[in-house]
Every structure is written in C-alpha cells, then in structure tokens.
C-alpha cells in the first residue's frame, strides 16, 4: 500500500480459477494482483494483472482448450477468438454464450469416465505401455536417488526428488505420439495434473518444511492408464 496525492494506492492478490480449471482438478492459480487507487473513500481507479503465463494457467488450461477448439471446432476460432492465433477472447454476447457450451464440452471429454477408456485398441495399449515403461524407469530413479542421500531423508528432500524427477520425466512422456482416442483426456487433464504435481510447492510457495505430496492430484494422476507409477 502506498500513498500519493492521486490517493491510496493497493495491491489485493487473489486466486483464479477458469475455463472449467477447477472441474478438471487443476488450480487455483495464484500470482494475480488487483491495483486500486482510492480517493476520498472512492476507488478511482482498478487494473487487473494475471499472471497466467507464469502460474500455470495458459500451459495447463487456455493453450490445451485452444487447441481443442482448433482441432474438433475450427468453425468456431474467429468467432471465439480475436484472430487465428487465438491469443485472446472474443468478448460478445453471442462469443460468450459459445464459451460456456464449449468450455463444457471440453470439460466433459478431458474427464470423461476410466470406462470410455478404448483400453483394448492396440494402438492405445501400445501407448499405455509406453507410459508404464517410462513411469516405471521414473520410480526406480526415485528410489535410488532418495536411498543415495545421506542418513535418514528428511521428507521436503525427498518430496524435492519426487517433483524434480517427475518435472524431467514429463517431456518424455509428451514426446510419445498420442493415439487419437484418448488424446484429449492426456493432453487437456493428466498431462497438466503431472506438471501441477511437479511444480505444487513452488507454484504455491510453500515453505520446504511445510511441503507434503498431494493426495488429492495423486489419486488423480493414479487413476489414469499407464501413469499410477508416476505418482509415488
């Protein structure tokens, strides 16, 4: 807070969630600030700032539904966005009234239920197992790495071996060709749960010693085929 002869000037953080973020299991996504000047008990003047390409936001939640939109609604992109690049929302009555229907429908297909799961197309149990492999490879470096540090591992070390191993295990995971079928439930949801595991502490700024995994996106990312041994 600070004052000037324009008024009294605020910084107010707040948490945010959109886009359905909180429905798929990611956020709230901090780092966002209100600036007020208030002036003879007025607020004269208000700017919003998001930090939504530094908190997580435009990775886990804008550029995936953006590419949904681009991929199974392109009839749909200049009416939803400002230009083909889709880097900012169309803001009309018509364009808000498709965001909600589509945000819904993003929604539903990134957290469809485990039983819509083509599980026993081969080509999805091929890609399945390639995931395992991986994640499996993941565990083992875990493991090691944490009997390797010396006398009894204090548990942020060990969670720091966790999320960083995890953070390096992530890109191998993306680079792995995505069947069609589940394209969306890895890439719109369990792919960005990974990452708000991996940066969880950091994200949020949770003190060392107050860090602890966390349960809730690990049940989560468990309940996913091919990933349960990357969340240990």
Known sequence: MG??????????????????????????????????????????????????????????????????VSVEHPDDVLAMYTDERQGMQRVTEDSIRLWEQRTTEYVAVVTQNLDAYPLDQPEVAAYVAQLDFICSSAQARVRDEIQAIPDQPNQPAGIE??????????????????????????????????????????????????RQLQPLLVSRIHLTPGLDKCAV
């Open 161 to 210: 071996v966790h999320e960083r191993i995890m953070r390096e295990t992530i890109p191998q995971l993306r680079a792995l060709p995505l069947p069609k079928a589940v394209r969306w439930p890895y890439q719109g949801r369990a792919f960005p749960l990974m990452e708000e595991y991996s940066q969880y502490g950091k994200s949020k700024r949770v003190p060392p010693e107050e």
């Open 3 to 68: 004052n000037s002869e324009s008024g009294i000037s605020l910084q107010c953080a707040f948490e945010m969630d959109a886009g359905g973020s909180d429905e798929i299991g990611l956020g709230p996504y901090t780092g966002n600030y209100w600036r007020l000047t208030v002036r003879d008990g007025k607020i004269v003047s208000a700017e919003r700032d998001v930090a939504f390409m530094t908190n997580g936001f435009s990775d886990q939640i804008w550029e995936p539904f953006a590419e949904w």
